[in-house]
């Protein structure tokens, strides 16, 4: 429900949400401020001609109006700041802007927002200045009674003002419900009051502020989004910060997913803790690095914060805490663990891959969303609690364990509850009746019990059909999205190497021609070495079935160092290998009854458990409507 309204700077009296309703002047009949907006209760405000808005920019005092300067932080040091600061090329001012060259000055910063943004490509009809004063004063400018409810997209949202004094709160509301009437297309847009919040700290006038607000808003920049502007793209980027996480800072991810019921409740929050949590001097140097660099930064920062968070807190300290609002009161107070430089370093220290693959990371989980039918705001967030503690039963991991097997899996997978395929106890101990059983399914969990009560298993990302494309041949498919893993005795995962690792591998040209994925020589009692002496380099194999994004890997050509690399699964008549090079992470005969575990190169793991082992049970878990 939304509880907020727009306020006058000099109504005394108090609203819902935190935010003063305007008074009507004594004797007018302005009714109750309480009337219905669609189907849901909203806070309006009631001018009359006592209460009509000036926005004349002749009456703007300057960039600095809208602040409230005795809560602001320490001043700002004054330096000297060189004029041609602004002609530098981008990759200069994005080493200014991380290390805050102009926070120094407000002045500079004000100019080097307006400008930037005025940069940004947008759409060709983008509201502007003029527009503003032309809607703001038909709608509040007017000498009669009128109401003026917050937009729909900011129901359940909250609204940091930052310092600003009662004239920029009531400045904030008025471009809100100016962005409402101009962009009816957004429907669902939490980041908007705060990012609106930031720049009148450093506007001439409102007019100023929503024209630079106007233009991130409709940017057309390929693969670069500012402003998530619905409820499906803004949860798409949750899930994304959240397969972020657990590739980037495992040891938080794992964290969390044992203290926590719902891993993505706690990730659904990121954006909060960027712009609304940090304080002021931490928020606006990231929005002095996300104007140059896009939303691409803002995962970086957060990965940051979630890493710092691990740093400062025990496994035994979360014990029965509530860790979304524990991570919360973290980030407010955050001065007290680390600098904001030191934060900025750590999160340009994280190696992400490229902001087209995050792109499309959002775009598969998107998808995921769009076909469970899930668009618009959900009352209860139980679609993500897809491991049912209560009704799921496995003969080797316990459903906890099972959800920390989940929490690792990409969220567009995760979104769907696990589907027993095939198990050794029901289906026997046939690799024929696997392929039957498993063929059809992409992902699959794989799940290995042996008899020395040893537990461990692998996420593969392709359907086991893929193998009958090498011909005879048993050759490597599957995409870095695959990874093995250990339940007991310890909780560990090991990824594809170059998710680790991206150092490791450069670009290739694209007129380089792709090599064929190596095939093993034999599948147990053998070494794949032999495989990587043909060729240095090796391509990472797109994936063949249409239909699914896999991000971190197709769209990008990267040089390896051999094809060892990229062994991510192979099956034939004789078994199946998990990982190669060096060795392999695991591998199965062609009656499931005897395997083996060592390390390689593909997956940089240990043995899985021990490295000559008889399975006990095995089991292969799909995804219900996946």
Same mark, same amino acid.
């Given at each position: 429900?939304?509880?907020?309204?727009?306020?006058?700077?000099?109504?005394?009296?108090?609203?819902?949400?935190?935010?003063?309703?305007?008074?009507?002047?004594?004797?007018?009949?302005?009714?109750?401020?309480?009337?219905?907006?669609?189907?849901?209760?909203?806070?309006?405000?009631?001018? &009359?001609?006592?209460?009509?808005?000036?926005?004349?920019?002749?009456?703007?005092?300057?960039?600095?109006?809208?602040?409230?300067?005795?809560?602001?932080?320490?001043?700002?040091?004054?330096?000297?700041?060189?004029?041609?600061?602004?002609?530098?090329?981008?990759?200069?001012?994005?080493?200014?802007?991380?290390?805050?060259?102009?926070?120094?000055?407000?002045?500079?910063?004000?100019?080097?927002?307006?400008?930037?943004?005025?940069?940004?490509?947008?759409?060709?009809?983008?509201?502007?200045?003029?527009?503003?004063?032309?809607?703001?004063?038909?709608?509040?400018?007017?000498?009669?009674? &009128?109401?003026?409810?917050?937009?729909?997209?900011?129901?359940?949202?909250?609204?940091?003002?930052?310092?600003?004094?009662?004239?920029?709160?009531?400045?904030?509301?008025?471009?809100?419900?100016?962005?409402?009437?101009?962009?009816?297309?957004?429907?669902?847009?939490?980041?908007?009051?705060?990012?609106?919040?930031?720049?009148?700290?450093?506007?001439?006038?409102?007019?100023?502020?929503?024209?630079?607000?106007?233009?991130?808003?409709?940017?057309?920049?390929?693969?670069?989004?500012?402003?998530?502007?619905?409820?499906?793209?803004?949860?798409? &980027?949750?899930?994304?910060?959240?397969?972020?996480?657990?590739?980037?800072?495992?040891?938080?991810?794992?964290?969390?997913?044992?203290?926590?019921?719902?891993?993505?409740?706690?990730?659904?929050?990121?954006?909060?803790?960027?712009?609304?949590?940090?304080?002021?001097?931490?928020?606006?140097?990231?929005?002095?690095?996300?104007?140059?660099?896009?939303?691409?930064?803002?995962?970086?920062?957060?990965?940051?914060?979630?890493?710092?968070?691990?740093?400062?807190?025990?496994?035994?300290?979360?014990?029965?805490?509530?860790?979304?609002?524990?991570?919360?009161?973290?980030?407010?107070?955050?001065?007290?663990?680390?600098?904001?430089?030191?934060?900025?370093?750590?999160?340009?220290?994280?190696?992400?891959?490229?902001?087209?693959?995050?792109?499309?990371?959002?775009?598969?989980?998107?998808?995921?969303?769009?076909?469970?039918?899930?668009?618009?705001?959900?009352?209860?967030?139980?679609?993500?609690?897809?491991?049912?503690?209560?009704?799921?039963?496995?003969?080797?991991?316990?459903?906890?364990?099972?959800?920390?097997?989940?929490?690792?899996?990409?969220?567009?997978?995760?979104?769907?509850?696990?589907?027993?395929?095939?198990?050794?106890?029901?289906?026997?101990?046939?690799?024929?009746?696997?392929?039957?059983?498993?063929?059809?399914?992409?992902?699959?969990?794989?799940?290995?019990?042996?008899?020395?009560?040893?537990?461990?298993?692998?996420?593969?990302?392709?359907?086991? &059909?893929?193998?009958?494309?090498?011909?005879?041949?048993?050759?490597?498919?599957?995409?870095?999205?695959?990874?093995?893993?250990?339940?007991?005795?310890?909780?560990?995962?090991?990824?594809?190497?170059?998710?680790?690792?991206?150092?490791?591998?450069?670009?290739?040209?694209?007129?380089?021609?792709?090599?064929?994925?190596?095939?093993?020589?034999?599948?147990?009692?053998?070494?794949?070495?032999?495989?990587?002496?043909?060729?240095?380099?090796?391509?990472?194999?797109?994936?063949?079935?249409?239909?699914?994004?896999?991000?971190?890997?197709?769209?990008?050509?990267?040089?390896?160092?051999?094809?060892?690399?990229?062994?991510?699964?192979?099956?034939?008549?004789?078994?199946?290998?998990?990982?190669?090079?060096?060795?392999?992470?695991?591998?199965?005969?062609?009656?499931?009854?005897?395997?083996?575990?060592?390390?390689?190169?593909?997956?940089?793991?240990?043995?899985?458990?021990?490295?000559?082992?008889?399975?006990?049970?095995?089991?292969?878990?799909?995804?219900?409507?996946?």
């Amino acid at each position: 429900m939304l509880q907020v309204g727009l306020s006058l700077p000099h109504s005394p009296g108090g609203a819902a949400g935190g935010f003063p309703m305007a008074k009507p002047a004594q004797g007018e009949n302005t009714g109750t401020g309480q009337e219905m907006f669609g189907s849901s209760p909203v806070t309006i405000v009631i001018t &009359s001609e006592a209460d009509t808005w000036d926005i004349d920019a002749s009456s703007c005092l300057g960039c600095g109006q809208f602040v409230d300067w005795d809560r602001m932080p320490d001043p700002e040091q004054q330096a000297h700041i060189p004029r041609d600061i602004l002609s530098k090329p981008p990759k200069e001012l994005k080493k200014l802007a991380r290390e805050g060259y102009w926070a120094a000055s407000r002045a500079l910063r004000a100019q080097v927002y307006h400008q930037l943004i005025q940069q940004v490509a947008c759409r060709l009809v983008t509201p502007d200045a003029l527009v503003y004063r032309d809607v703001a004063s038909r709608l509040f400018g007017k000498p009669s009674v &009128s109401s003026h409810p917050l937009p729909e997209f900011l129901e359940g949202c909250s609204m940091p003002t930052y310092c600003l004094n009662l004239e920029g709160v009531t400045a904030l509301k008025k471009i809100l419900i100016c962005v409402g009437n101009l962009f009816p297309d957004i429907t669902y847009s939490p980041i908007l009051p705060s990012l609106v919040a930031l720049l009148l700290h450093y506007s001439e006038d409102e007019a100023q502020c929503f024209e630079n607000i106007s233009r991130l808003i409709a940017s057309n920049a390929p693969h670069t989004s500012y402003i998530d502007q619905s409820f499906l793209a803004h949860q798409a &980027s949750c899930m994304t910060f959240g397969d972020l996480a657990n590739k980037h800072c495992p040891a938080a991810h794992k964290l969390i997913a044992s203290t926590s019921e719902n891993v993505f409740e706690v990730y659904s929050e990121w954006l909060s803790w960027l712009f609304h949590d940090l304080p002021f001097n931490y928020a606006i140097r990231v929005f002095d690095v996300y104007l140059l660099e896009g939303q691409k930064v803002l995962y970086r920062i957060a990965l940051a914060l979630l890493k710092q968070y691990r740093l400062s807190v025990t496994t035994a300290e979360l014990e029965g805490t509530d860790i979304k609002a524990d991570l919360q009161a973290f980030v407010q107070n955050i001065a007290e663990h680390v600098t904001v430089d030191k934060l900025l370093e750590r999160a340009f220290g994280i190696r992400l891959f490229s902001r087209k693959e995050i792109w499309l990371l959002q775009m598969a989980n998107r998808k995921a969303l769009m076909e469970r039918g899930i668009t618009m705001v959900q009352r209860r967030q139980s679609f993500h609690l897809a491991v049912d503690m209560q009704n799921f039963s496995s003969s080797i991991v316990t459903a906890q364990e099972m959800r920390i097997i989940w929490s690792w899996i990409p969220e567009r997978f995760s979104l769907f509850p696990p589907l027993l395929l095939f198990s050794t106890s029901e289906d026997g101990c046939s690799l024929q009746r696997f392929y039957t059983c498993c063929e059809g399914y992409e992902p699959t969990v794989l799940l290995i019990k042996t008899t020395e009560g040893e537990v461990c298993g692998a996420f593969l990302s392709s359907d086991w &059909s893929e193998r009958k494309k090498s011909g005879a041949t048993s050759g490597f498919f599957g995409t870095g999205e695959c990874f093995v893993f250990t339940v007991r005795p310890e909780t560990e995962r090991y990824e594809w190497v170059f998710i680790k690792k991206p150092e490791l591998a450069k670009a290739v040209p694209r007129s380089r021609q792709r090599s064929p994925s190596p095939s093993p020589a034999s599948l147990l009692g053998s070494s794949l070495d032999g495989c990587s002496t043909s060729s240095n380099h090796l391509t990472v194999p797109a994936p063949q079935r249409k239909g699914r994004l896999s991000p971190f890997l197709a769209i990008r050509h990267f040089l390896l160092p051999s094809k060892t690399a990229s062994m991510f699964m192979s099956g034939s008549q004789e078994g199946i290998v998990i990982g190669g090079g060096g060795g392999q992470a695991l591998s199965l005969d062609t009656n499931l009854l005897w395997g083996r575990t060592e390390h390689c190169e593909t997956f940089d793991n240990p043995p899985l458990c021990q490295e000559n082992f008889k399975v006990q049970l095995l089991e292969v878990w799909g995804f219900q409507n996946a």
